[in-house]
């Protein structure tokens, strides 16, 4: 004969299950945001897209990370920089020009455009490289429209030499308009 227990009755043991099943169910979610806080479990991270050196034409490449664009998407070219986070390419080894107001050597102001054009005319030859990472500033300093002329017409002079021409931009500093004009002559590469 079994003894009825008043004390835990069938509705407990339901509410146990309930608990279990609660626990159970909430395990991934737990697990996830620790493995995020953590960096263990980061599921949502991309490889890189674009592996292979990059053939002779115009490029926008939306990161800072011009180690990675250097070592490995332009690794065979002899490469020359025209910049304004002179910082990003110090411990490289190639000739750039410095977009600054300041008078230095090797520095251009940034209302100077037919300076840089004719610099690069100068210095860019068959089979180079040529990074230009400063193309907001040039904009903040001469309009979208003046700068982006200038940029068509330095893309026509790298292409006329088989050479590449990589604009490091930020995405987040263009309205959409001037983004849709800037892909439709400067293909993206996906960092």
């Not at 079994?2 to 279990?20: D, H, R």
């Not at 001469?142 to 292409?159: A, M, S, V």
Request: with cysteine.
């Amino acid at each position: 004969m079994s003894w009825i227990n008043f004390m835990n009755p069938p509705l407990v043991l339901g509410q146990k299950l309930l608990e279990g099943y609660f626990i159970l169910s909430s395990l991934p979610f737990a697990l996830g945001v620790l493995g995020n806080f953590l960096g263990i479990l980061n599921t949502n991270k991309k490889p890189k897209q674009q592996e292979a050196p990059l053939s002779p034409g115009a490029w926008a490449y939306p990161s800072l990370d011009v180690d990675y664009l250097i070592a490995n998407l332009l690794k065979d070219k002899k490469l020359v920089g025209i910049v304004r986070n002179h910082h990003l390419f110090e411990k490289h080894d190639f000739p750039c020009l410095w977009i600054s107001k300041i008078e230095k050597e090797n520095s251009v102001r940034p209302t100077h455009l037919e300076k840089i054009l004719h610099w690069v005319t100068k210095t860019i030859t068959h089979d180079h490289g040529l990074i230009f990472d400063g193309v907001e500033y040039l904009i903040l300093e001469n309009g979208f429209e003046p700068t982006f002329k200038f940029l068509l017409n330095l893309k026509d002079h790298i292409l006329l030499r088989d050479s590449i021409l990589v604009l490091v931009v930020d995405e987040r500093t263009f309205e959409e308009r001037q983004l849709s004009l800037l892909y439709r002559e400067f293909r993206r590469i996906s960092p």
